[in-house]
């Protein structure tokens, strides 16, 4: 059983996203109850095959029987498992949220809504656990096209943007499969660990740089690294609250993997990709300001949230280009803490826009007291975002922070310190009108209309897992991100 | 020059194709001409996958009695690859058709600007 679940993890949620959409022909509350069962087994077997590969090493999977380099192979290590998990954790916590009705805006009727996203997950979970360059493409296809039905349900503005994030989506992916193609000619293979091997002796050659050149700009796009950034605000902000929730959370995160793993466990460490991830580097650096300072800027919450994460995904690149094991260490707990931070902050805001409709960060006066619950976790969680111990986002800034003084680089430290501030800015702009400004005078004060159980039970998980894996780190820490660094860094 | 040119003649034909590609999908202000270039961008990574296979005087790679060198025969790997993104690519030209219809049945147009106008408005 143990030696099937890397290809499990991924064909449960393929086979279900299949059936799903049949089985709500007849009864769309059995195919919630499909959709929800079949991620939390996806979620069960993630966490088994982690826990399996942190004692007794990394699980491969021939597919086919054919064995590597010439078939295609799945590998759970502690860097893929984690990732694994994290993605199929969120994905039960945002499908209960979407309920059998699917609410948040969503134009697209309950059994095609899970089918894709359950489709989408399947892409998520294919990318983070193959080990074959071209297999990888496929899956970030596959998602992004279940990302595009999904975001263009919510409305004709979502339409538009949508379009428009389908054009670039295109154009990073065929660079990215541009890329794979120059590293194929150069070696004869597509298996990642064989590649590994065989690239150090053609690292010289013109052709090497321009496949990395063409796989960082076509990962950089969709991971909306500043000044790639450009599809996402839109996207993110008219899409329904519970497709934003999970892509928000974690589709961004999972071309950041994509990087990290061709970056650290593909190419050579010297050579071209040291002078991407030199040049990663700073452009992160601006990143991570232009982020904070243009959420600053907005007026319609969602649309904060969006650039705020344009920033942090610089926070989380900005780590891969220090390279220290500190510095990686920060990466990838802010990768994990920041899936979870952003989910529930997109999750509550977008439960607070379905019960009343308020989205402008003016309108939230007297919220704190119409949705107690759902402000409260919003606030731990942008507490979480800003850096206040002991939550999450602190000590994966401590890392990135402890990283950068580390490698020495002042200005780094500089940039991060600033932006945790804009951030505090742009935060307590919404708590001061949620809890500080009284409704105008004259209005009857609004009811209390808190959300119903399903949708206030994942934003409450998330919340309590912002604190717990905050006290947790450590452990999280010392048990999982120490074994995921690349070989040399590995203790 | 010449020689640089005409060697590597199927490689600057799909560069100037994905140029082309580029161009159109950020250049020109009509959807379905953007929906085109991506095509052409395509089509452009696909013909660099199959000029890498190519050999000069290889057969199909089907084998022939008797004919067992591996430089008989052009390379099938890339052409199985080129079929999944051939098939990734109606995926997404199908997908991109239906948001496309949905945006002009709203709008009554497929002109970027005149669609940005109004959704200021």
Known sequence: MTAHLPVLIVVL??????????????????????????????????????????????????????????????VVDPLSGGVAALIALIAVCVVVYAGPQVNGGSSARGGMFHGLFLLLVTGLLGIVLTGDMFNLYVFLEISSLAAYALLASGGIRGTVATFRYLIVGTIAATFYLLGTGYLYALTGTLNMADMAVRLTAVMDTRAYGVAVVLIVIGLAIKAALFPLHGWLPDAYTYAPAPVTGFIAAVMAKVSAYALFRVLYFVTPAEGASAQALMLLGWVSVIAVLAGSILAMAQQDIRRMLAYSSVGQMGYIVLGFALGTPAALIGSLLHLFGHAVMKGCLFLAVGGIRWRTGIYRISDYAGMGRRMPLTMAAFVVAALAMIGLPPTLGFFSKWYLLS???EAGAWLFVI???????????????????????????????????????????????????????GLLNQQVVGGIIRHALPGALAP | MWENLSGYLNYWLAAVLLLIGLYGMLGRPNLVKKLMAMNILQVAAILFFIALAEKT??????????????????????????LTAIVVGVSTTGVALALLIRIHRHFGTLEEPEILERMRL
Not at chain 1, 44 to 63: D, I, N, Q, T
Not at chain 1, 420 to 429: A, D, E, K, Q, T
Not at chain 2, 65 to 77: F, M, Q, R
Request: glycine share 6%; net charge neutral.
């Open chain 2, 57 to 82: 005087g290889a057969t199909a790679p089907i084998e022939v009695k008797g004919l067992h060198d591996v430089s008989a025969y052009v390379n099938p790997l890339p052409h199985a690859l080129m």
């Open chain 1, 415 to 469: 940039a991060l310190v600033l932006s945790s501030l804009l951030g505090i800015v742009y935060f307590f702009r919404v708590f001061e009108f949620a809890y500080l400004k009284a409704p105008e005078a004259g209005q009857p004060t609004p009811p209390r209309q808190e959300l119903p159980l399903h949708m206030l039970a994942p934003i409450l998980v998330l919340t309590a897992a912002v604190l717990v894996f």
């Open chain 1, 13 to 74: 949620p393929l086979a279900a996203a299949v059936i799903v959409p049949l089985i709500s022909l007849a009864s769309a509350k059995a195919a919630f109850a499909v959709a929800c069962l079949t991620l939390a087994a996806a979620a069960v077997a993630s966490c088994k095959a982690l826990s399996h590969v942190l004692a007794h090493g990394a699980l491969r999977y021939e597919l086919g029987g054919w064995a590597p380099p010439w078939g295609i192979e799945y």
């Open chain 1, 403 to 405: 990283g950068a003084v």
